[in-house]
């Protein structure tokens, strides 16, 4: 059910009220322009949410990319968390994941055409890709994780919520993982319920259509996961996650923030699961090699190993993985589906807002047809269903 991942340590409120005091005020300085906001000629699409831990951001900033790569000149502008490099980057096919970061890393490797970059000040990073000669004919940049940079205003503010972490039953920071008081929602113009189950039914819906209790001008939308085939990281053939037989011992490798849906999944597809979590954004030591050969070793036959992209990216470049380890470990890749057929609303208000706000002459003109390659597979087509 929707927020059951929820945990709050009570003992902890009286905290969480101090944050919440300092958030506040920290919201009221921008609203009250004594911190100023920037807007840029530039379309911005922020991507983020007001919660501790991973409601899938990424595959969100990805799904963005694939709708708009065809068509214009895509730049994704991120932080570049625990990248050992200082201020502003510019990913190239010699970056490193210490130079930009694992996500940026894997969002380069994805897409190697556009523009990704890394830097702490959004608003200097939005400067750079603008008016620096690389970069300069940029048509739309993607923040990633900066629904609290409040020092860009951008053009869309997109909310993610986990399905399983709603907002409105969470705490504050550190009792609970809200990173600013849930009326941070109103800033955001769609609202996306992100990692929701499948064969959610109409009550379901209303449910949290109510209880998130939104203002008329904001749109909210349902996502949910779809997994790719399994990929091979160092060597063999891809396959599906339906092939994993009722005898195979599978281990889960996982350093990301929230591994309960990771895990979840997992179980549906095998029957026999071992599990080692790591900490977000977890870099990985020869110890840490060790303890996965060793666990890895004691499995029994057939066996196979799932992880994240997120940590396979780290994963890629360790040398003291065993050869038994490297030949059976997997990368489980995913990507965005929204429900009731809503990715043509999405579609529609992010095509809509990049014409409108385009400094490209001809998208402004709305000579360039602004539409999907694959806007007509069938899966595509609306849905309704009545609340």
Not at 137 to 142: A, G, K, Y
Not at 324 to 330: A, E, F, I, Q
Request: neutral net charge; aromatic residues 8%; charged residues 25%.
């Amino acid at each position: 059910m929707e927020g059951d991942h929820i945990k709050v340590n009570k003992w902890l409120l009286p905290l969480s009220w101090l944050y919440g005091l300092a958030a506040r005020f920290r919201n009221k300085c921008f609203e009250l322009g004594i911190l100023k906001s920037r807007s840029f000629s530039v379309p911005v699409i922020s991507v983020g949410n007001i919660s501790v831990g991973g409601s899938g951001k990424t595959p969100h900033v990805e799904y963005l990319v694939n709708l708009l790569k065809d068509h214009l000149n895509v730049a994704v502008l991120s932080r570049g968390y625990k990248r050992k490099s200082k201020g502003y980057q510019l990913a190239s096919p010699l970056s490193t994941v210490s130079d930009i970061g694992d996500e940026p890393f894997q969002m380069k490797k994805k897409f190697p055409h556009i523009h990704v970059a890394v830097d702490a000040n959004r608003c200097e990073g939005i400067d750079r890709l603008t008016h620096d000669d690389e970069t300069k004919n940029t048509d739309v940049i993607l923040l990633d994780d900066a629904y609290q940079h409040r020092y860009v205003k951008p053009g869309i503010n997109i909310l993610l919520v986990d399905y399983h972490r709603l907002i409105i039953y969470d705490k504050l920071l550190p009792a609970g993982r809200l990173r600013e008081p849930k009326e941070g929602k109103r800033r955001a113009d769609m609202v996306i319920i992100t990692k929701c189950p499948e064969g959610l039914n109409p009550i379901d819906y209303r449910v949290v259509m109510r209880a998130m209790d939104l203002y008329p001008y904001q749109t909210l939308l349902f996502s949910r996961m779809v997994y790719d085939k399994l990929h091979p990281l160092f060597c063999g053939e891809d396959r599906s996650l339906e092939s994993i037989g009722s005898d195979e011992h599978v281990l889960a490798i996982s350093g990301i923030a929230s591994p309960e849906h990771f895990e979840e999944d997992l179980r549906q597809h095998c029957t026999s699961l071992t599990t080692m979590r790591f900490s977000d954004h977890h870099d990985f030591t020869p110890e840490d090699e060790d303890r996965i050969n060793s666990t890895f070793e004691s499995l029994p036959s057939p066996k196979l190993i799932i992880t994240t992209e997120k940590d396979a990216v780290r994963m890629m470049s360790l040398t003291g993985l065993s050869e038994d380890v490297r030949h059976h470990l997997y990368v489980l890749p995913i990507k965005v589906s929204f429900l009731l057929g809503q990715e043509d609303i999405f579609t529609q208000k992010i095509f809509s807002y990049v014409q409108k706000n385009s400094r490209n002459s001809i998208l402004a003109t709305g000579k360039v047809d602004l539409k999907p390659k694959d806007s007509n597979r069938a899966g595509d087509r609306p849905r309704t269903i009545s609340f």
